[in-house]
């Protein structure tokens, strides 16, 4: 198993400029998560699926659009990109949403925009 | 809102000195889970506390929650180099079917040879 794969790992957008983050799973997990990380400031939830074709906002979702077509696949979009969107992303998937549930991180990747 | 403050936010210590990092908020959770984290990679979850007062130990690490179930705590004995990263304590609610967890900004510990 692959885990959860990311891509890509760099990126330098420059204002206004529109993108797409990769997210794919191979562990057969219905719950999906992609969260931002800034310096001292832990994990913000963006986005969140808890199934295919089922998606919901979490604690800072402006700026960015998803979509759950598959169980694997959970990209994130960001249409108009700004220099708050600089950060590092991360999705997550799960297999259960039970409170004790581990998730599992993908690698990341780093976004500038300038 | 509910929030997790973690102390401190960073830590610089020599080999074979002992540490504790505290996962405190005035919110109650069904449990706490604690990630690690290292440059360039996603967090890796190091282990789950469910019931207040629960204490568990993997190797060096212990890891303890609170009665009440809105702190937790991980002390480290004799770190070791090895040890240097990002600690995460995130928390989650029983009540929630969405998986959802809250997580503190973290702690990052350097062990200096």
């Known amino acids: 198993n692959a885990g959860v794969t990311q891509t890509p790992k760099f990126r330098i957008l420059k204002i206004g400029q529109s993108m797409t983050l990769q997210c794919t799973q191979d562990m057969n997990h219905n719950y999906m998560y992609w969260y931002r990380q800034d310096p001292g400031m832990g994990l913000k939830l963006i986005y969140y699926?808890?199934?295919?074709?089922?998606?919901d906002k979490g604690e800072v979702p402006n700026g960015y659009n998803v979509s759950r077509s598959t169980t694997e696949d959970f990209p994130l979009r960001l249409e108009l990109a700004a220099p708050s969107q600089t950060s590092v992303y991360f999705c997550?998937?799960?297999?259960?949403?039970?409170?004790?549930?581990?998730?599992?991180f993908g690698p990341g990747t780093r976004l500038t925009v300038l | 809102t509910q929030l997790l403050e973690q102390s401190p936010q960073f830590l610089s210590i020599q080999e074979g000195e002992n540490l504790t990092v505290y996962c405190n908020s005035s919110s109650v959770f069904s449990s706490l889970q604690w990630y690690r984290q290292e440059p360039g990679e996603g967090p890796v979850l190091l282990v789950t506390?469910?019931?207040?007062?629960e204490v568990k130990k993997l190797k060096r690490l212990t890891f303890q929650f609170g009665d009440a179930r809105k702190d937790s705590s991980l002390h480290i004995t004799a770190a070791q180099p090895g040890d240097t990263g990002l600690y995460l304590c995130?928390?989650?609610?029983?009540?929630?079917?969405?998986?959802?967890?809250?997580f503190g900004q973290g702690t990052t510990l350097q062990v200096k040879p």
């Open positions: 699926s808890v199934g295919a074709g089922i998606t």
């Open positions: 506390v469910v019931t207040g007062g």
């Open positions: 995130a928390g989650a609610q029983r009540s929630s079917n969405t998986g959802k967890l809250i």
């Open positions: 997550a998937s799960s297999y259960s949403p039970l409170h004790d549930n581990e998730q599992f």
